[in-house]
């Protein structure tokens, strides 16, 4: 299974709660750039995406919006609607073996090739999950950790910074 782990957008911090965070311009500009690069990726791999995870927060919200505009710029033109799950256990402080978990339920179901969007601490925390400690990514806004999955134990293959 490969799993691309990305960090939110820079985000602001004029909101009255976390969850309503919203990206800033240059986070905007972030998850587009992202976006661009992930469709490259996946065009040079030949990858389809069988599921799109992101946090109901709306800074991952926003995040998702914008890495979809850079994907249709350069043509790739899957669409994330019905692959894409919003789901409450990976916003900020998600419980990383519940992932795990339910990552492993969609490699059993045959998923191949994942993207989740969320937060620190849940990103860092996740990829050490995935590659048994072995592996770390310093997760600045926007940052993509491609995780290559196989078994129990996985490794980072590229780390993307925008």
Same mark, same amino acid.
């Given at each position: ?53 992101? *946090? ?8 998702? @919006? ?7 710029? /350069? &043509? !790739? ?40 969007? *969320? ?8 990829? @050490? ?7 770390? /990514? &310093? !997760? ?23």
């Amino acid at each position: 299974m490969n799993i691309w782990v990305m960090r939110h957008g820079e985000a602001g911090f004029n909101a009255s709660t976390d969850s309503e965070r919203s990206l800033t311009k240059n986070g905007e500009k972030m998850a587009f750039k992202q976006g661009k690069w992930l469709a490259k990726r996946f065009s040079d791999q030949q990858v389809k995406l069988d599921k799109v995870l992101v *946090s109901p927060y709306l800074r991952t919200q926003q995040t998702l @919006q914008h890495i979809e505009q850079g994907l249709q710029a /350069v &043509n !790739f033109m899957q669409s994330f609607a019905n692959i894409c799950e919003t789901w409450e256990g990976i916003t900020p402080y998600g419980n990383p073996d519940n992932v795990i978990d339910y990552l492993r339920f969609l490699r059993e179901e045959g998923a191949n090739n994942v993207l989740i969007i *969320s937060h620190l601490p849940l990103v860092f925390d996740l990829v @050490q999950g995935l590659t048994a400690y072995q592996d770390s /990514v &310093n !997760f600045y806004p926007a940052v993509i950790a491609e995780v290559e999955w196989k078994a129990e134990r996985g490794n980072v293959v590229i780390s993307e910074y925008p």
